[in-house]
């Protein structure tokens, strides 16, 4: 049964330090995205990749996200510095020809 | 531009039929897809219909589309108080193959026993 995977699932940290999160894909899937869900928000796209090239991180705060795709079987999101307003649940998703299958989710809570 | 909106809030007795509405903008989506997300986990597809469709069932789940008023609703037959959960809606990119999602802000179900 093939799933996306995520790390870690919780990450509590301060204000300031650099957070990295990681996401595997499922195997073969060749679109990988990244969102952010809050309350107050909801789901919010914050970048995705095809074949490991960035389409559009236009939802990501450029001055302290980055995304990347080191290799097919591993996409980061980093967040440096982190602020108390990207505490969220960040989940990766994969897919291929259009549906996409979510990971676990990572609860990050900044302090 | 492709906004999807749904309702926020559903409540419904176990064992009644329960039907989330969702409606979107875009006339050109390729697909639209139902969600559903449990307390602390991700979103599972739970189905989904292709734009030339006007209806599909798979077990309890029936969706309808009506592409003239780009209407789609979810029914859930015999509901289930593990059917309670978050429900989103969501269209697919205008006819290319880059697999974006548009997403609705999702329906809460509560199902009471």
């Known amino acids: 049964d093939a799933r996306v995977t995520q790390t870690p699932r919780d990450k509590v940290t301060e204000m300031g330090q650099e957070v990295t999160m990681r996401c595997q894909p499922i195997?073969?899937?060749?679109?990988v995205f990244w969102y952010r869900q809050t309350m107050m928000q909801g789901l919010e796209l914050l970048a995705y990749?095809?074949?490991?090239?960035?389409?559009?991180d236009s939802g990501m705060p450029k001055d302290r996200f980055s995304a990347e795709m080191p290799d097919a079987t591993l996409a980061t999101l980093k967040i440096q510095p982190s602020e108390p307003r990207d505490s969220a649940v960040y989940f990766c998703?994969?897919?291929?020809?259009?549906?996409?299958?979510f990971g676990p989710g990572t609860r990050l809570l900044v302090l | 531009g492709e906004d999807v909106e749904q309702s926020l809030f559903l409540s419904v007795r176990e064992g009644d039929s329960s039907v989330i509405n969702c409606t979107y903008t875009?006339?050109?989506?390729?697909?639209l897809y139902w969600y559903k997300q449990e307390p602390g986990a991700g979103l599972q597809l739970l189905t989904y219909?292709?734009?030339?469709?006007d209806m599909k069932q798979d077990q309890r789940l029936t969706v309808l589309l009506n592409k003239k008023d780009k209407h789609l609703s979810l029914r859930i037959a015999d509901t289930q108080t593990g059917d309670s959960a978050i429900y989103f809606c969501a269209e697919g990119d205008r006819g290319s193959t880059l697999g974006r999602l548009y997403f609705g802000r999702g329906t809460q179900l509560t199902v009471w026993p």
């Open positions: 990749f095809r074949n490991r090239a960035p389409l559009d």
């Open positions: 219909i292709f734009s030339n469709m």
């Open positions: 195997l073969g899937h060749n679109t």
């Open positions: 998703a994969s897919g291929t020809g259009g549906t996409q299958y």
């Open positions: 875009d006339s050109s989506s390729t697909y």
